[in-house]
Structures are given as structure tokens and as C-alpha cells.
């Protein structure tokens, strides 16, 4: 069964500051794993995925993932956050082709960005 | 292409009345979900369908939920008798996966729903 922790359900920073969102997963086999992004009323869109070739991934607004097999964990950076990063952002794990649950995501909790002046 | 569309977008209804919740995948798309998203329980996957097919209803919270896919361009989820407890949003995403077999493909989610149940 593959499972997704946040570490962290709201995080505040300063805008212009370094932003890090925290990922572990939990996944028998080798896993697919994505940032969503939810803007307030809105649905669910893409930031990046990795799936298993560059361990470290670059996605939309200058956000950026770096896949650690040994940690477990997929956390999401951001060298300096923008008022319009506010929002919530979701990690998610798949599994790979073969796997009892192909295309099936199951998400973290999500984390709540603020970004303060 | 348009998305990913549901309606209504909004639904405020009482509490014994049928919901029917409608959902448009992006043409071309062969799998489907339906997932609710509440304060309480975060975002859970309900129902997903591959070809039309319910691959994995273990989501459903109770018989009250149903949902079906007629088609491969229309799915709806219906909830009767509805109770407050069902009140959030519910989403539908869609995503394809035909000719690649071995990357993870991404779910495209439609605006949502937002049920209120008095």
C-alpha cells in the first residue's frame, strides 16, 4: 500500500524567502510522485512529477522537487516565494505499470502556503 | 481543449434529496475520478474508472453514493438520500494512459463542485 506524510500543514514565509514543503512517501514498489497545487476555488493543477529519470525535477513558477530514494522523500523548494505561491499544495504517490493500483493517486493532507510581506 | 468540466458549480440542496453531480473528461482521456475534498478528511478518492470500467470503488463512503460512467465523455456521481456530512467539494479529474504504459501520467482535475447540504 503506498502512503504520502506533509510534514507540516501550514507553512508561513516571508516573501522573497526560500520556500520548502516536505514529502515522504511510503510505496512498495518504485513510485510515481507529484506536487498539485490548489489555488483558493479552484481545482487541482500539475506543478511536477517524477518518473524516474532525473531525480531532481523543475516545474511550473520556478518550483523544483528532488526525488531522495534514501530518505523517502520528494520534498518541493522554491528559492524565493512570490505572493502568488499562496495557496495549497498537495503531494502525491502512483505506482508504476503492473501495480494493483495503476493511475490511482493517493495524496498527502496537503500543506498551506502563506506568503507574508 | 476545455478541460476537464463539472456541473453544477455550486449546489445547495436539503437534506434527503437527491445530488446528481456531472462530470466532462478531456476527449481522448481513458481513466476517470472522482474524489471529495473536506477540512476534516483532506482530499479522498471515491471512484475511478478505466475504460468506462469501475476499477476501484473502495472510496464510496456508503451505498448512498453511487456512480457511473455511460460513456467515455460523461460520468456522474449521485448521492441519495443526501445528508450535511456530504457537504464538500467534489472533484473530477481525468488522465490518459494509453501508449504510456511506463511514465506516470497526470490527472487533469475539473473546478469542482461545491455541495451544500442543509
Known amino acids: 500500500a503506498q502512503s504520502v506524510t506533509q510534514l507540516g500543514s501550514h507553512v508561513s514565509v516571508s516573501e522573497g524567502a526560500l520556500v520548502l514543503l516536505r514529502c515522504n512517501y511510503s510505496?512498495?514498489?518504485?513510485?510515481?510522485l507529484f506536487w498539485y497545487v490548489q489555488y483558493p476555488n479552484q481545482g487541482l493543477q500539475l506543478l511536477l512529477k517524477y518518473t524516474s529519470a532525473a531525480t531532481l525535477v523543475k516545474g511550473i513558477n520556478g518550483f523544483e522537487a528532488e526525488f531522495k530514494k534514501s530518505e523517502t522523500s520528494f520534498h518541493l523548494t522554491k528559492p524565493s516565494a512570490h505572493m502568488s505561491d499562496a495557496a495549497e499544495y498537495f503531494c502525491?504517490?502512483?505506482?508504476?505499470?503492473?501495480?494493483?493500483?495503476?493511475?490511482?493517486?493517493?495524496f498527502g493532507q496537503g500543506t498551506i502556503l502563506t506568503v507574508h510581506p | 481543449d476545455a478541460g476537464v468540466i463539472q456541473s453544477p458549480r455550486h449546489e445547495v440542496t436539503e437534506m434527503g434529496q437527491e445530488v446528481t453531480l456531472r462530470c466532462k473528461p478531456i476527449?481522448?482521456?481513458?481513466?476517470l475520478f472522482w474524489y471529495r475534498q473536506t477540512m476534516m478528511r483532506g482530499l479522498e478518492l471515491l471512484i475511478y474508472f478505466n475504460n468506462n470500467v469501475p476499477i476501484d470503488d473502495s472510496g464510496m463512503p456508503e451505498d448512498r453514493f453511487s456512480a457511473k460512467m455511460p460513456n467515455a465523455s460523461f460520468s456522474t456521481l449521485k448521492i441519495q438520500p443526501s445528508e450535511p456530512r456530504d457537504s464538500a467539494v467534489y472533484f473530477c479529474?481525468?488522465?490518459?494512459?494509453?501508449?504510456?504504459?511506463?511514465?506516470?501520467?497526470?490527472?487533469?482535475f475539473g473546478p469542482g463542485t461545491r455541495l451544500l447540504v442543509l
Open positions: 476527449s481522448g482521456h481513458d481513466y
Open positions: 510505496s512498495s514498489v518504485p513510485p510515481y
Open positions: 479529474a481525468s488522465s490518459s494512459q494509453r501508449g504510456l504504459i511506463r511514465r506516470g501520467e497526470t490527472q487533469y
Open positions: 502525491a504517490v502512483s505506482e508504476h505499470a503492473g501495480g494493483t493500483s495503476y493511475g490511482k493517486l493517493t
